[in-house]
């Protein structure tokens, strides 16, 4: 099942920010990036789509960075909007560099479209090989426990989620400031750990951001449900 139709919408896309509960997955990834990594680290963002999550992390200070998709329209948008930004296409699978290349290779909001576990797993063994050695792999993804739990950038109640979760659901969801609807899919943490362990890879630490009432939000399942997980990886 395609889960986006980016002909359609790379351009709205274009325009996401890092508010809301994107605000709430971003925060901490200054500190993760800082914690793993300097500088002069050699940084991938893989399906970097209109190029924000690579903009963002350009931002903190880590020049050395590429960004690769899957669809040409957001790679034309990242190109768009960043034109000193290096971005290239994946053509069968294939991330277009060499092995151990990279100290970082950072995700956002792919496993998300990716209906096939084996695929899931055939993306982490692209990863090891472009990964040096003593990379890292940071991933974002986000869980839904309940179709009913209150989101400030996103809703998933629709008649169509009505039934009971399981396994590799795919979820209707409405980004409500841009009024784009997409069909994700809900992977669980168990299938996750299972995809990590195929792979080979190693689990660092799962770090999940919550929430808080200090914050410039008026949060609301955000300070009690967890909802965005960010994985670390090793070798
Ligand atoms: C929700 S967007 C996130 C974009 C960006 N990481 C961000 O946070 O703004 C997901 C992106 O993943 C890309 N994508 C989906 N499946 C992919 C795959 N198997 N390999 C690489 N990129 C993929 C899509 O084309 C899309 O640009």
Excluded at 13 to 31: E, Q, W
Excluded at 142 to 163: A, G, L, P, R, T
Aim: with cysteine; net charge negative.
């Amino acid at each position: 099942m395609k889960t986006h139709d980016y002909s359609k919408y790379a351009s709205n896309y274009a325009d996401l920010g890092m508010t809301g509960s994107y605000y709430m997955a971003f925060k901490d990834i200054p500190f993760l990036l800082e914690e793993y990594a300097n500088n002069d680290a050699k940084v991938l963002d893989y399906g970097c789509g209109a190029g924000r999550s690579l903009r963002f992390i350009r931002d903190l200070g880590y020049k050395d960075i590429a960004g690769v998709d899957i669809s040409q329209d957001m790679i034309n948008e990242a190109k768009r909007l960043d034109r000193m930004g290096k971005y290239q296409l994946i053509e069968n699978s294939i991330i277009p560099y060499d092995d151990n290349t990279f100290d970082i290779i950072f995700m956002s909001y792919v496993f998300l479209e990716v209906g096939n576990i084996d695929d899931i797993i055939k993306i982490l063994n692209e990863f090891k090989r472009v990964l040096k050695e003593n990379g890292h792999i940071i991933f974002i993804t986000s869980i839904v426990k309940n179709i009913k739990d209150k989101w400030i950038s996103f809703s998933y109640d629709f008649e169509e989620n009505n039934k009971p979760l399981n396994h590799c659901q795919n979820l209707k969801l409405l980004i409500k400031d841009k009024n784009i609807i997409l069909h994700d899919y809900n992977w669980t943490e168990y299938e996750y750990e299972y995809a990590i362990k195929k792979a080979n890879l190693k689990i660092d630490k799962v770090h999940i951001p919550m929430g808080y009432d200090n914050e410039k939000y008026e949060w609301l399942s955000e300070k009690s449900i967890p909802y965005n997980y960010i994985y670390v990886l090793h070798k």
